[in-house]
């Protein structure tokens, strides 16, 4: 997937967040956004994901050589973010179904390698995601992101909540299953 931003810019009321974005992103590429704390880089995320327009400039998504339509983004896109919600009722098999259901995993993942992908006991696949700590939360989300069947994967500050030992292993879940898809991380 290819991605050409041109003078892009997204304000909330009269404050500009960001503006004159142009570039380009390539099949493959990875890329970091970094800056402080409401410095703009969820919202670019955000734009970037499909789920905000911007207020200014345009993207073109393209695939297979032709332009995507901007309502089937959602289907190559995937992103892993602390203020995204889980289905709190869902116990962890649950959730990693349901999610497989309307988005793919990759190649060789199904929903049982997902969950031992995580490296939880094995008895949390039936716990309800409400009984989870922050950290297996994102643990989960960016299992969800790096897995699903997407050419353009965003994390949003992926090593929110983790310990030591949790972005050892999201390193890892990176290393491995990245692959030959455009990465975008934004982290201060």
Same mark, same amino acid.
């Given at each position: 997937m290819k991605i050409s931003l041109d003078n892009i810019?997204?304000?909330?009321r009269r404050d500009w %967040?960001?503006?004159r974005i142009t570039t380009e992103i390539g099949p493959g590429q990875r890329w970091s956004v970094l800056g402080p704390n409401g410095s703009g880089k969820? !919202?670019?995320l955000r734009v970037l994901s499909g789920h905000l327009t911007p207020s200014k400039g345009s993207i073109i998504f393209h695939t297979g050589g032709k332009n995507l339509?901007?309502? =089937? *983004?959602?289907?190559h896109v995937s992103i892993a973010a602390p203020y995204m919600e889980l289905i709190e009722e869902f116990s962890l098999a649950e959730l990693v179904a349901?999610?497989?259901?309307? #988005?793919?995993? %990759?190649? $060789?993942? $199904?929903?049982?390698? *997902? *969950?031992?992908?995580?490296?939880?006991?094995?008895?949390? =696949?039936?716990?309800? %995601?409400?009984?989870?700590?922050? $950290?297996?939360?994102?643990?989960? #989300?960016? =299992?969800?992101?790096l897995c699903s069947d997407a050419r353009l994967i965003l994390?949003?500050?992926?090593? !929110?909540?983790l310990?030591?030992? $949790? *972005?050892?292993?999201?390193?890892?879940? %990176? !290393?491995?299953?990245?692959?030959?898809r455009s990465l975008i991380v934004a982290s201060n």
């Amino acid at each position: 997937m290819k991605i050409s931003l041109d003078n892009i810019g997204k304000k909330f009321r009269r404050d500009w %967040i960001f503006r004159r974005i142009t570039t380009e992103i390539g099949p493959g590429q990875r890329w970091s956004v970094l800056g402080p704390n409401g410095s703009g880089k969820s !919202t670019l995320l955000r734009v970037l994901s499909g789920h905000l327009t911007p207020s200014k400039g345009s993207i073109i998504f393209h695939t297979g050589g032709k332009n995507l339509d901007k309502g =089937a *983004v959602y289907q190559h896109v995937s992103i892993a973010a602390p203020y995204m919600e889980l289905i709190e009722e869902f116990s962890l098999a649950e959730l990693v179904a349901f999610h497989h259901r309307f #988005k793919p995993f %990759i190649a $060789g993942m $199904g929903p049982d390698s *997902v *969950v031992d992908l995580l490296q939880f006991r094995s008895f949390v =696949a039936q716990q309800q %995601i409400r009984e989870f700590s922050s $950290g297996m939360k994102q643990r989960v #989300k960016l =299992a969800l992101a790096l897995c699903s069947d997407a050419r353009l994967i965003l994390l949003d500050e992926p090593t !929110t909540n983790l310990d030591r030992q $949790g *972005v050892e292993w999201y390193l890892d879940l %990176i !290393t491995r299953f990245a692959g030959d898809r455009s990465l975008i991380v934004a982290s201060n």
